[in-house]
């Protein structure tokens, strides 16, 4: 499992950088850069609590679904990154969020 860091502080379920989730969903099907990648799990957090708002325990390591076909750490539809990253720190939409360590294996 990917550790992951997340510095989308308007996501639901960041808390600390870390998410509540258990898993992610990156989407991105024909994506050749980080910023046509997006972050499918985000979901917009409201009102004025900087906390997490769905008061589960963020984790470190957690499950990567992702859908960005071009990616190296992509297989099977599984990332196997050691470390991913995701990024849009005042998102408010998921086209807003990446992942930033998208690496496109065709420009590797």
Excluded: Q, W
């Excluded at 024909?30 to 910023?35: E, I, T, V």
């Excluded at 990648?37 to 997490?52: D, Y």
């Excluded at 071009?70 to 196997?80: A, I, P, T």
């Amino acid at each position: 499992m990917p550790v992951l860091d997340c510095s989308v502080k308007t996501c639901y379920y960041n808390e600390d950088n870390k998410c509540s989730l258990e898993g992610i969903k990156v989407e991105g099907r024909s994506a050749d850069y980080s910023d046509d990648t997006a972050c499918g799990s985000f979901k917009l957090r409201v009102g004025e609590t900087m906390t997490n708002a769905c008061g589960k325990e963020p984790t470190a390591a957690l499950h990567v679904e992702c859908s960005a076909n071009k990616c190296v750490f992509n297989k099977s539809n599984k990332c196997h990154a050691e470390h991913i990253g995701i990024a849009g720190t005042t998102a408010d939409r998921v086209d807003e969020t990446e992942c930033a360590s998208f690496v496109n294996a065709e420009y590797k």
